[in-house]
């Protein structure tokens, strides 16, 4: 008899699969990143880095949450996801004209509001990351809120 005090397996279950699901956000993410940089060639600039320190150790710190179901895990990536959605946003509205060009961080090298590609006409690679952040957020939020009921 479950007297409501324990977690049912099928609760947990789901709760192991919002977790993986921000895993395989996460890694989709890195694996695009490297694949716009590496494979194809498109220099990263000083906002993409940035970005790509808040995701890429998310991969990591979600696969091992996967292992043991570490609920631990939302405390340590939800900054990381938190820090990396404002500078794709910023990179996104930068990109998109919305932030003159003339508060762009990126000086030298690489411009931050260069054109590689746009998937569909409008789903550039900030926007893609912007996306990525913001399913990882809500699902880890969504995580937070099952956890605590």
């Given at each position: 008899?479950?007297?409501?005090t324990?977690r049912t397996e099928q609760?947990?279950?789901m ?6 699901l ?6 989709v ?5 490297l694949f716009?940089s ?12 940035y ?10 710190i ?6 043991s ?16 959605w404002?500078?794709a ?22 411009s ?9 006409g ?10 990525s ?9 969504i ?7």
């Amino acid at each position: 008899m479950n007297t409501g005090t324990t977690r049912t397996e099928q609760q947990t279950n789901m709760d192991w699969t919002i977790l993986f699901l921000c895993w395989l956000i996460a890694s989709v993410a890195t694996l695009g990143s490297l694949f716009f940089s590496e494979v194809m060639g498109f220099a990263p600039c000083m906002l993409c880095w940035y970005q790509r320190i808040g995701i890429y150790p998310l991969v990591l710190i979600f696969g091992i949450g996967l292992f043991s179901f570490d609920a631990g895990v939302i405390k340590y990536s939800l900054p990381l996801a938190a820090a990396g959605w404002l500078v794709a946003l910023y990179h996104t509205l930068l990109y998109s004209g919305i932030i003159p060009k003339s508060l762009q961080p990126c000086s030298e090298g690489v411009s931050c509001t260069e054109k590689y590609i746009e998937l569909f006409g409008f789903l550039s690679i900030p926007l893609l990351s912007l996306l990525s952040f913001t399913a990882i957020i809500a699902l880890l939020v969504i995580l937070k809120r099952r956890l605590v009921l």
